[in-house]
Every structure is written in structure tokens, then in C-alpha cells.
């Protein structure tokens, strides 16, 4: 009986053992970044640039939106520029012009009225939160870059 309870008491430790590197290796192979099979759908370029507001009076206004083909030297994905919304009184959206669709197309969405459309898909996007509508190509957010406003200053930092 005795040679049972130590075999036992061995087995439950040994499997214990294996649970633990089991853990231990699903938590190294299961992390949270993408796969590298799994594609970026508007891939990432570096951006990094500041835009003075006072050159700018239209993005004074909620709800207004300009497009930049360029911020200094970020030009966006494929040099497609950006679109930049003011969505309250001291946030702004910036989004990458490329529609997700067809995001090596050679056009840039355009801003019409409160959504921005792609001129090859003519998939439409919420110019505040960058999804595009129901019954677009599209099925994709906008890429969304960060942004920084500085009231005493009058500035907009873009970056990612």
C-alpha cells in the first residue's frame, strides 16, 4: 500500500510539473501581438509631425475635417496623406487616407460632407471614428494615428 501512495504521490507531482511548462510555453507562444502570417491591413510607417491650428482656422470648429497630403514629412501610407477631425473641444482624429478596402489603390479617400469616401470602391467612412459604413467594400476601421493637442500653443502633434 505503501509503494501505491508513493508512486502516486510522484505521479500527481510529475504531472503537476507538466502542467506548469505547459503553461509556461503557451503563455511564450500564445502572446498578444498579431501572427506574422496575419497581415496589417494599412501596414505601419512611421509618423511624426505637428500642425499649427492658426494656419488652419476650419479645424477650429467641431466637426470639421481637412485633409493633409502631407504632415512636415509624413506623407501616410503610399504618400495618400491624412485626415485630420476635430471631434471636441480638445480631441482631434487623425486618420491615414488609404481606404482599406484597396489599400495600394493610387487615390486617397476624400472627405465629403461628414464621411470620407474611397473614389475607386466608393466605400464611405464615419470621418469621426474612421468605420466605414454598412454596405461599404470596406470592412476595416481607417488606420488611426495619435494625437496630441496643446491649447496653449495652438498645435496638433501627429505621430504613432
Known amino acids: 500500500m505503501r509503494f501505491f501512495k508513493n508512486a502516486l504521490k510522484h505521479m500527481k507531482q510529475s504531472n503537476l510539473l507538466y502542467f506548469f511548462l505547459l503553461l509556461v510555453f503557451s503563455s511564450v ?3 498578444c501581438s498579431k501572427s506574422s502570417n496575419e497581415e496589417e491591413v494599412i501596414p505601419s510607417v512611421y509618423v511624426y509631425g505637428i500642425i499649427r491650428l492658426d494656419y488652419y482656422p476650419d479645424l477650429n470648429a467641431i466637426g470639421n475635417a ?40 493610387e487615390e ?47 498645435t496638433l502633434k501627429v505621430y504613432n
Open 66 to 105: 481637412l485633409y493633409f497630403n502631407e504632415i512636415e514629412t509624413s506623407t501616410g501610407y503610399l504618400g495618400h496623406g491624412f485626415i485630420v477631425v476635430r471631434t471636441s473641444q480638445t480631441k482631434f482624429a487623425v486618420f491615414d487616407a488609404s481606404c482599406t478596402h484597396d489599400r495600394d489603390a
Open 108 to 154: 486617397h479617400i476624400e472627405i465629403n460632407g461628414t464621411f470620407a469616401e474611397c473614389p475607386i470602391c466608393e466605400s464611405k467612412f464615419n470621418i469621426f471614428t474612421g468605420w466605414p459604413f454598412n454596405g461599404s467594400a470596406a470592412n476595416n476601421k481607417l488606420e488611426e494615428y495619435k494625437s496630441y493637442y496643446s491649447s496653449n500653443s495652438n
Open 29 to 31: 507562444f500564445c502572446s
